[in-house]
């Protein structure tokens, strides 16, 4: 068993697939980090200031009674919050890196249609009269010695 896991485990697509989930993570995080850095400060300033971090709804109070001036305060005290801020950007993050990963999958197949070689054009056709398999230059059947029609 522990065999057939090692060759399971060293086979190219596991490999492969280990590689893609590291890369993914880190790409995750970057694009997260350009969610919550670089375009929500200007969304939220063009909605009046609203920082979507934290914007939350207390669903109940916490030890210390709100309002309160940020989630981490709300956490702190125990209040039980709706954390709308946090799903938009998490909503957001989604989405860019479903766009760059439907880019990255549109040139990747783009680059396998181009380095693809056409199909060789068959060297074989079949005879109309006795559908013997005979080279496709032939003019004449060598089975039934049939004339064959030049296309």
Known sequence: MLKEFKEFAIRGNVIDMAVGIIIGAAFGAIVNSLVVDVIMPPIGLLLGKVDFSNLFVVLKEGAVVGPYASLAAAKQAGAVTLNLGVFINTLISFVIIAFAIFM??????????????????????NCPYCFS???????????????????
């Open 104 to 125: 990255v999958i549109r040139q990747i197949n783009k680059l396998k249609r181009q380095t693809e070689a056409p199909a060789a054009p068959p060297a074989t056709k």
């Open 133 to 151: 398999s005979i080279p496709v230059q032939a003019t004449r059947c060598p089975f039934c010695t049939s004339a064959l029609k030049t296309e």
